[in-house]
T-cell receptor
C-alpha cells in the first residue's frame, strides 16, 4: 500500500519555466490538498479538491493551478515559475471519517523540494 | 477564518526533560484540533487529535494534549523526552464541518542526548 506518492522528489527550475507536480493516492480518498512549507511559515494551503473534477483555492493560490481529472490524482501546475515559489510542496489526502469530518486524519506524501533560480 | 499561533519556534532541551508546546487558535465556533509531527527527512504524520469528549487526549509516543476551550488553547506535552523526539511539531485547526485545515508555523524541537 503506497499511500500518497509525490513525483518528482526534487526539481530545479529557471524563472519562467513551467512544471507539473503529480500526487497520487491509492486509498480511494475523496479529498486531496496541496500545501507548501517554508521555514518559519508552517504549512500553507495552496489548493484543494473535495472530489473528482472539483478544485478550490486555498490560502496562497496565486501562481498555481490544479486539476483533479481522476479521483486518485491531484496535479499542481506552475505556469511561469518564480523564485518566490522555491519551497517544499506537500500533497495530502483525507477521507470522511466516522464523525462525518473530512479532516480526521490527513495522509501526507513525502514532499517535493522545488528550487526556482 | 481560523488561524493558529505557536510560540517558541525553536526549543532545545536535554533527554528526560519535560516538553510543553503552546498552541492557540482564533475561531469562536466548534473546532477540531490536531498535532502533527515531522521527523527529519520524513513527511508529516498525525500525533494526536481532539474532536469532542475528554479534553485531555493521548497520542502516540507518550504525547498528550489538553484542550482548554476558555483559553482557545491546545497545548502539547510530554513528561520525559527522548532524543528520537527531535522533530518539528505543528498544531492544526479546522472549524467543524470545514474541509480546510489551518496549520501553525511549527515548533522545531531538538533533544540533546
Amino acid at each position: 500500500n503506497a499511500g500518497v506518492t509525490q513525483t518528482p522528489k526534487f526539481r530545479v527550475l529557471k524563472t519562467g519555466q513551467s512544471m507539473t507536480l503529480l500526487c497520487a493516492q491509492d486509498m480511494n480518498h475523496e479529498y486531496m490538498y496541496w500545501y507548501r512549507q517554508d521555514p518559519g511559515m508552517g504549512l500553507r494551503l495552496i489548493h484543494y479538491s473535495v472530489g473528482e473534477g472539483t478544485t478550490a483555492k486555498g490560502e496562497v493560490p496565486d501562481g498555481y493551478n490544479v486539476s483533479r481529472l481522476k479521483k486518485q490524482n491531484f496535479l499542481l501546475g506552475l505556469e511561469s515559475a518564480a523564485p518566490s515559489q522555491t519551497s517544499v510542496y506537500f500533497c495530502a489526502s483525507s477521507y470522511v471519517g466516522r464523525t462525518g469530518e473530512t479532516n480526521e486524519k490527513l495522509f501526507f506524501g513525502s514532499g517535493t523540494q522545488l528550487s526556482v533560480l | 477564518a481560523q488561524s493558529v499561533s505557536q510560540h517558541n519556534h525553536h526549543v532545545i532541551l536535554s533527554e528526560a526533560a519535560s516538553l510543553e508546546l503552546g498552541c492557540n487558535y482564533s475561531y469562536g465556533g466548534t473546532v477540531n484540533l490536531f498535532w502533527y509531527v515531522q521527523y527529519p527527512g520524513q513527511h508529516l504524520q498525525l500525533l494526536l487529535k481532539y474532536f469532542s469528549g475528554d479534553p485531555l487526549v493521548k497520542g502516540i509516543k507518550g504525547f498528550e494534549a489538553e484542550f482548554i476551550k476558555s483559553k482557545f488553547s491546545f497545548n502539547l506535552r510530554k513528561p520525559s523526552v527522548q532524543w528520537s523526539d527531535t522533530a518539528e511539531y505543528f498544531c492544526a485547526v479546522n472549524a467543524y464541518g470545514n474541509n480546510r485545515l489551518a496549520f501553525g508555523k511549527g515548533n522545531q524541537v531538538v533533544v540533546i542526548p
